[in-house]
């Protein structure tokens, strides 16, 4: 049972155009949201994280957007650039009861082309 | 680079060994996560320490142990070695007990069963 999916294993996008990762969850005892991204060779790194009491989260060129209802966030970013390019894995974690470790997605292998 | 250190980088062992993976988080963080990355798969929760005390199991094995040391290191005990054990094995701290606050991953300890 995926509780966390990144539906798309990969996108490809030009260079200065927007980037738009997406992920679905199940689970509507998550209330803390993440991105990570990950290089090959080394651990995957915190990028920007939203709680479930905003929408919306602006870090620089990420911004992370949350619909609760939908139970879908999405991480935009603006403008990619070629080292933008990474394996990118939403996580999820829900505060209360038992279950207060991160749930991540399979990621999605993002391509920044020249 | 995110302060959390495994070693080894690289371990190949045979089927039905036994290893020991080890962790020396961020300094201050209380709180250490082991994660096990297999092939086309997302990184899957295994077990969790804050302060030397077991906070929460995952999808850990029976042959699979862990612990959290007072100096806050911890290893992974990986034992009866099967194929399918192959796989990058990261270990993650924080500074909270739960997901408030973003995990630090170390670079991955890659398991080669053969």
């Not at chain 1, 870090?59 to 933008?84: C, E, M, W, Y």
């Not at chain 2, 399918?84 to 069963?113: I, K, M, W």
Request: aromatic fraction near 10%; charged fraction near 20%.
């Amino acid at each position: 049972d995926q509780q966390v999916k990144q539906n798309s294993p990969s996108l490809s996008v030009q260079e200065g155009r927007i980037s738009i990762l997406n992920c679905d969850y199940t689970n509507s005892m998550f209330d803390y949201f993440l991105w990570y991204k990950k290089y090959p060779a080394e651990g995957p790194t915190f990028l920007i994280s939203i709680s479930s009491i905003k929408d919306k989260n602006e870090d620089g060129r990420f911004t992370v957007f949350l619909n609760k209802s939908a139970k879908h966030l999405s991480l935009h970013i603006v403008p990619s650039q070629p080292g933008d390019s990474a394996v990118y894995f939403c996580a999820a974690s829900a505060s209360r009861g038992s279950q207060g470790n991160l749930i991540f997605g399979k990621g999605t292998k993002l391509s920044v082309k020249p | 680079d995110s302060g959390v250190t495994q070693t080894p980088k690289h371990l190949i062992t045979a089927t039905g060994q036994r290893v020991t993976l080890r962790c020396s988080p961020r300094s201050g963080d209380l709180s250490v996560y082991w994660y096990q990355q297999s092939l086309d798969q997302g990184l899957q929760f295994l077990i969790h320490y804050y302060n030397g005390e077991e906070r929460a199991k995952g999808n850990i094995l029976e042959r699979f142990s862990a612990q959290q040391f007072p100096d806050l290191h911890s290893e992974l005990n990986l034992s009866s070695l099967e194929l399918g054990d192959s796989a990058l094995y990261f270990c993650a701290s924080s500074r909270q007990e739960f997901h408030n606050s973003p995990l630090h991953f170390g670079n991955g300890t890659r398991l080669t069963v053969t």
